[in-house]
């Protein structure tokens, strides 16, 4: 019930671009459709951030620190979720987890490390 299975992660220079997929096998196209989507990210020694969100009919919203720069997305027919990362620097160093939220129950994948260094 809910697994979420992310990719895409890897090492970039600063200023390079990355986009992560994740995917909601076990989760039926009805229930995924409604379902709020998002990406959160967690560093070392740190507290979990949330990174972007969009909901059921399209709407995202972003943190502070990324916004303008990266950019969410779903493919409902698809059952994925995106995050396209644009200008990445040292600090979005994390890994990022994708998460599903349907009416009172969370959902988190395993998380993809995304590393940002010269």
């Known amino acids: 019930q809910g697994q979420l299975v992310e990719s895409g992660g890897g090492s970039v220079r600063p200023g390079g671009s990355l986009r992560l997929s994740c995917k909601a096998p076990?989760?039926?196209?009805?229930?995924?459709?409604?379902?709020?989507m998002g990406w959160y990210r967690q560093a070392p020694g740190k507290e979990r951030d949330l990174v972007a969100t969009i909901t059921t009919a399209g709407d995202t919203d972003y943190a502070d620190s990324v916004r303008d720069r990266f950019t969410i997305s779903r493919d409902n027919s698809k059952r994925m979720v995106y995050l396209q990362m644009n200008g990445l620097a040292p600090e979005d160093t994390a890994v990022y987890s994708c998460?599903?939220?349907?009416?009172?129950?969370?959902?988190w994948g395993q998380g993809t490390q995304v590393t940002v260094s010269s």
């Open positions: 076990t989760t039926i196209l009805s229930v995924f459709s409604n379902s709020v």
């Open positions: 998460y599903r939220k349907w009416r009172g129950l969370d959902f």
